[in-house]
């Protein structure tokens, strides 16, 4: 008797116990098919914010062999880009840094469906880049934008390829992709933070300058 009490106790289940064993393992799956769902997408971000994290170094580097200054801040004579800033074109202030940056991949956010990497340096374009190039980056200002992803709209437009001035008036919003309605952006002292559509506009309004002028690819 003692014996076949034992096993019904610890090898069975009444209809009610196997119900509330299927009910936790149900609340479990809810709770855990999130995270498994966003993980690769948390794995893009980050690799993304890496990305500019190495674009932020090489500018950098660059600037230490350059008497401290940026590539759009010296003279194309001498390396640099002061000359093409009118054009609007924002590839050719990343060009000249291909020393530092080693490779063109990093110019591209792995969540970037619309555009693909430059092959090499001989081949780079726009089309090639995610992320736009801020100017007249200056170390009095260090929380000014030196780039970042490019998919936010502006006053509700999405900006196009070239010079695009935004002030302190401006509403700037994340698009849908490829970050899910957030973005990365790479500050001038060389920190790489993720943004809300609400941190993004804290973010131009706290740059230190009444105007941004980006570059967009």
């Known amino acids: 008797m003692k ?3 034992h096993w019904r106790l610890v090898g ?5 116990e196997l119900l509330f064993v299927m ?3 149900v609340i479990l799956v809810a709770l855990c098919l999130p995270r498994l769902v966003s993980s690769p997408r948390r794995s893009i971000r980050i690799a993304c914010m890496n990305n500019l994290k ?3 170094l090489s500018f950098r580097q660059w600037a230490l062999d350059h008497g401290d200054k940026l590539p759009d ?7 640099g880009t002061i000359e093409s800033v009118g054009t609007g074109v924002a590839y050719i202030h990343l060009l000249v840094m291909s020393n530092e940056l080693n490779t063109p991949k990093i110019l591209l956010c ?5 555009r693909f990497a430059a092959t090499n340096w001989n081949t780079l374009r726009n089309s090639n880049l995610s992320y736009f190039v801020g100017l007249d980056i200056t170390e009095k200002f260090p929380q000014m934008l030196l780039s970042g992803d490019d998919n936010f709209t502006i006053n509700g437009k999405k900006p196009r390829s070239g010079l695009v001035l935004l002030s302190t008036n401006d509403a700037a919003a994340w698009l849908p992709t490829p970050h ?3 973005g990365n952006i790479l500050l001038a002292d060389g920190s790489v933070k993720g943004f809300s559509s609400t941190n993004l506009n804290a973010a131009f309004r706290s740059a230190g300058v009444a105007t941004n002028r980006l570059l967009m690819p």
């Open 110 to 114: 792995p969540a970037d469906k619309k």
């Open 180 to 182: 899910d309605h957030q």
């Open 54 to 56: 190495n674009i932020g």
């Open 23 to 25: 009910a936790v393992v």
């Open 3 to 5: 014996t076949r009490w």
């Open 73 to 79: 801040q010296v003279s194309d004579v001498n390396g």
């Open 12 to 16: 069975g289940f009444s209809f009610l």
